[in-house]
């Protein structure tokens, strides 16, 4: 597939890929809903819980953006039958990546946890969640194989049916384990661990039956089990290291600004993560630009296109903020009603909404941000996005430190550090794309 920069072209990848995303994250609404239900300590162990695990998760997901680049960069190049053997040592590394992960999750989270977590209820809440969601992460890293290529070679339609087929099993079976309804037992956050499990089992599967039967294994030499090369594992690791830290250290930055919310109460957390469930949703739209932006840039650059890559970036941004301006509008003019989608406490309601504001806010700089940031990455130089990244975060970080455990402010004036963020993280990767380093790099 000869990819090009048009506008269509840059919808018809993400387009997939953002409908995919709204599916997977309105499984995340319906499970903080659920939780909502419960009470604040199911809630705050929700956040925790789930965001410690996508800390975990995103080592794999950062390799499989790596691999994804590769992909990318082969595929516009014509080399495809180098592409199955990048898909055969991405599964001999993630198999036994989350077989250590699995191990870690299971025997010294709750060690870790305990360090971090100052409510006895929320520590023992966010245990039960790991306990059941830890056998996840095999399946989990099965997807991210899958996703690498299906997104490298920029055919992308087929990760929204399976993240709706993900996201439909997940919310039939939260209905079910969380409350207990239907003869299910009731297992409140630990149903909802469960439910998630299941239903990213239900996708791995999906995508190996839809693989064997509408791919051409042989144009891309999938699934030989090549002999292990570790040169080629090397090769995949010079780009996918640095995504692998750059992801594991942002997300981690979010699990340590949920930590240090924790300190300022569990009703502060509460709050916390019913913003951060709109907050995900909004940011639905980037993300798929984003990760289009990842596959087109590093296609084009296959191509030896090098002066198409800046103004691709500048028509992406330009489709990112148009898609993202109106789901910002309408969440500020209905934001009350968005919140008690998630409780009916007034109270909560009410002190959610100043942080929502905020959050919106920083939305307006990250639907700029994060294109110019993924632009970056596509390039191949991911060694200058994790030094991008690192950087925005250690500033971030100490900011979230002093509002929150230092001078104790409301829970709003934490959320700041959002904007922060995202200010830093845009002017460091537009100065890098201005400079045209980018275009010396290899692959």
Known sequence: ???????????????????????????????????????????????????????????????????????????????????????????????????????????????????????????????EFLNYRSYGIFFAFINVIFSSFYIGIASTKIMSVSTGLMAFINIILDYALIFGNWGFPQMGIGGAALASVIAEGSASLFFIIYTFARIDIKKYSLFKISKFQPVILKNILSISAPLMIQSFVSLGSWFLFFMFIEQLGEHALA???????????LMIPIWGFSSATNTLVSNIIGQGKYLKVIPLIKKTTLISTICTYPFIIITFLFSRKIISIYTSNPILINDSISVLYIVLLAMLLFSITMIMFSGVSGSGNTRTSLGIESFTIFVYLMSVYLSSVVFKLKVEFVWISELVYFFIMGLLSYLYLRSGKWKLKKL
Request: glycine residues 10%; charged residues 10%; without cysteine.
């Open 1 to 127: 597939m000869r990819i090009n920069t048009s506008y269509s072209t840059i919808w018809q990848i993400s387009f997939p890929i953002i409908l995919g995303m709204v599916t997977q994250n309105v499984m995340n609404v319906i499970d903080t809903a659920f939780l909502g239900r419960l009470n604040e300590v199911a809630l705050g162990a929700g956040a925790i819980g789930g965001l410690y695990y996508i800390t975990i998760l995103m080592l794999g997901i950062g390799f499989g953006s790596g691999v994804q680049i590769i992909i990318g960069r082969r595929n516009g190049e014509k080399k495809f039958n180098n592409i199955g053997t990048l898909i055969d040592h991405s599964i001999y590394a993630l198999i036994a990546m989350a077989l250590i992960l699995f191990l870690f999750l299971k025997f010294i989270t709750p060690t870790v946890l305990a360090y971090f977590i100052k409510s006895p209820s929320i520590d023992k809440a966010s245990i």
């Open 271 to 281: 709050v916390s993560n019913i913003v951060r469930s709109i907050y995900m949703v």
